[in-house]
């Protein structure tokens, strides 16, 4: 794991920019290290997702969440370094926009030049547009962008016996990364 990685974990967690929002990052959990993932892979989703349990614990996996780290943990992506392109958790019904994006950029950007990826795995339409326009903008353009369904919409519409198959499609696209 960087050095920097856990300090950066620290001024995330205390940021205020969002009003009404309190930042949430990808735990070390049932075998995946999570945000503090240092692989050259990084997984983004356009903003954290909230347990539908109903529980609010920071470290709460819904059970999207819990198959998603199953299947990263069984198809070798354990230590890839998890995020979102926003950090605070919101109702499901609220949607990012520039605002939020832009109060994260700077996160987003430190995560870039510390964990150095190789390849983004977008969770989702919706971040695979973003970062399409995104990672040229920011000079990273060199950097390998692939799609996967979002684990919550695998969960959501009855696809997770089609999910460890989208998984094992990555394996292969990203077998030298």
């Known amino acids: 794991m960087n050095a920097s990685m856990p300090d950066l974990k620290k001024r ?14 990808f735990p070390k959990k049932e075998g995946v290290d999570g945000f503090l993932g240092c692989r050259k892979i990084m997984f983004v989703g356009d903003r954290p997702s909230r347990p539908s349990t109903g529980k609010s614990g920071d470290d709460e996996l819904d059970n999207a969440t819990r198959l998603f780290y199953k299947l990263l943990k069984h198809k070798g992506f354990a230590d890839a370094h998890l995020t979102d392109l926003t950090k605070c958790r919101r109702k499901v019904k609220d949607t990012v926009g520039f605002e939020e994006i832009s109060n994260c950029l700077e996160h987003f950007k430190e995560e870039l030049n510390t964990i150095k990826p190789m390849a983004i795995v977008a969770l989702g339409h919706k971040p695979y547009t973003i970062l399409e326009f995104l990672l040229p903008a920011l000079g990273k353009a060199d950097i390998q962008l692939e799609r996967i369904t979002h684990y919550s919409y695998a969960k959501r519409f009855k696809r997770q016996d089609k999910y460890p198959k989208e998984f094992d499609e990555l394996q292969r696209k990203l077998r030298k990364v």
Request: include cysteine; hydrophobic fraction near 30%.
């Open 12 to 25: 995330i967690e205390g940021c205020s920019k969002c009003k009404n929002a309190k930042p949430w990052l």
